[in-house]
């Protein structure tokens, strides 16, 4: 990169299934101090901020003007992705490379739980001529998808039931995490079917919560932190939205966002240079496919690495340390917020009982969700 970019301080509220004693106000307001604080700076020196904001996600028509009193940036410029955390801070780094600005700041929230009929959200997203008409819940498409993925690379159940496994024992010692458990491979294996192969565990629970960052200038971050991220590459791309012209079989999104996130940060090799992942596992299959699409494995071996123990905190590629969605929750648009909080925390050694040792390099990964074919990328570095 011709003008190196930093996290230099991070907030979040941490994420529960339901947060009836907070409005989304409420939880961006403390997130928003947190990261401040974290940063050593007021709202005032900021020179620009970025809202994640999705109308329907948030239930409010220009939902982004519920944003700038939260985040300190009343009168002040601020810009609105209505799209995914890792997208808004792909706008944020753009802000400070082209020299307007210092200091950035990006804010994503969930409040899911406000939300009644979540799938009323996903049904509306389909192509309105071609695929709404045919009334299928987006949990059919998921199993549909995971079926075709599960033909094209020799993938197995068994296989993502250990994700689902892997993934909410980590959460269990997160303390930021909403959903983690222990379980048995057996009890996942037994969950009541949504839409074969794809059962009730293989969905991620959805949480609230809200994340902020602050991003620097490399003069700014070396004259404020000690410990400052360095945002090496960053992508994001969409395929396509229609259903009939989609490759069910892999992440297209993924890796085109992965090849866009490589490319800047100058990696070569994914599996020899990044020392862990936090990716959207929505769907429990989908964090298989997504390293897959990341070439931080071979297609179709993703699912046996994680049998053999690779992707475990204490394997050789640890992937979703923090629980993942599975573990976590799903956060809307705030999803990629949490991929970058966990990664800024392993690489700073404040991950707690999950830390991995000794980790220089992170990948944080988004998906948008179902029927989307959105994917964003960002490759951070301590």
């Given at each position: ?49 970025v809202a994640t904001s999705e109308d329907f996600c948030e239930g409010y028509s220009i939902a982004d003007e519920y944003a700038p009193d939260q985040v300190g940036a009343a009168l002040r410029p601020i810009y609105t992705v209505p799209g995914d955390f890792i997208q808004s801070m792909g706008s944020g780094v753009m802000m ?116 902020v960052i602050v991003m620097a200038t490399a003069e700014t971050a070396l004259a404020l932190s000690d410990t400052p991220i360095w945002v090496r590459g960053i992508g994001w791309t969409s395929d396509t939205p229609g259903l ?139």
């Amino acid at each position: 990169m011709t003008k190196e970019i930093a996290i230099i301080g991070i907030g979040t509220t941490g994420f529960r299934a339901t947060t009836p004693d907070l409005s989304f106000r409420e939880l961006t307001y403390e997130a928003a101090k947190k990261a401040y604080v974290d940063a050593g700076v007021e709202p005032k020196e900021i020179g620009a901020f970025v809202a994640t904001s999705e109308d329907f996600c948030e239930g409010y028509s220009i939902a982004d003007e519920y944003a700038p009193d939260q985040v300190g940036a009343a009168l002040r410029p601020i810009y609105t992705v209505p799209g995914d955390f890792i997208q808004s801070m792909g706008s944020g780094v753009m802000m400070l490379r082209s020299g307007l600005y210092d200091l950035v700041a990006v804010q994503g929230l969930s409040k899911a739980s406000n939300m009644i009929t979540k799938t009323y959200l996903t049904d509306f997203a389909l192509d309105p001529i071609y695929n709404r008409p045919l009334k299928e819940h987006s949990d059919y498409i998921a199993g549909m998808e995971m079926n075709r993925y599960f033909y094209e690379t020799g993938t197995f159940r068994e296989q993502c039931a250990q994700v689902v496994v892997k993934n909410k024992r980590n959460a269990m010692f997160n303390p930021l995490a909403g959903h983690g458990c222990d379980l048995t491979l057996d009890y996942v294996m037994e969950s009541p079917m949504v839409s074969y192969p794809l059962s009730e565990l293989d969905i991620s629970p959805y949480s609230d919560g809200a994340v902020v960052i602050v991003m620097a200038t490399a003069e700014t971050a070396l004259a404020l932190s000690d410990t400052p991220i360095w945002v090496r590459g960053i992508g994001w791309t969409s395929d396509t939205p229609g259903l009939e012209t989609r490759d069910w079989g892999k992440a297209v999104y993924a890796e085109l966002a992965g090849d866009m996130a490589y490319k800047m940060a100058g990696i070569r090799s994914p599996r020899s240079e990044v020392d862990f992942a936090e990716v959207s596992d929505e769907f429990s299959y989908k964090e298989l496919q997504h390293l897959e699409a990341l070439r931080l494995c071979s297609p179709g071996e993703a699912g046996q690495l994680t049998m053999d123990g690779v992707t475990e905190i204490s394997g050789d590629l640890p992937v979703n340390p923090s629980g993942g969605c599975l573990g976590v929750g799903c956060l809307l648009e705030c999803t990629g917020g949490q991929k970058v909080l966990d990664v800024v925390l392993q690489l700073r050694g404040e991950a707690g009982q999950n830390q991995i040792p000794d980790v220089t390099t992170g990948l944080a990964m988004s998906w948008r969700g179902l029927p989307t074919t959105t994917g964003a990328v960002a490759i951070l570095s301590n």
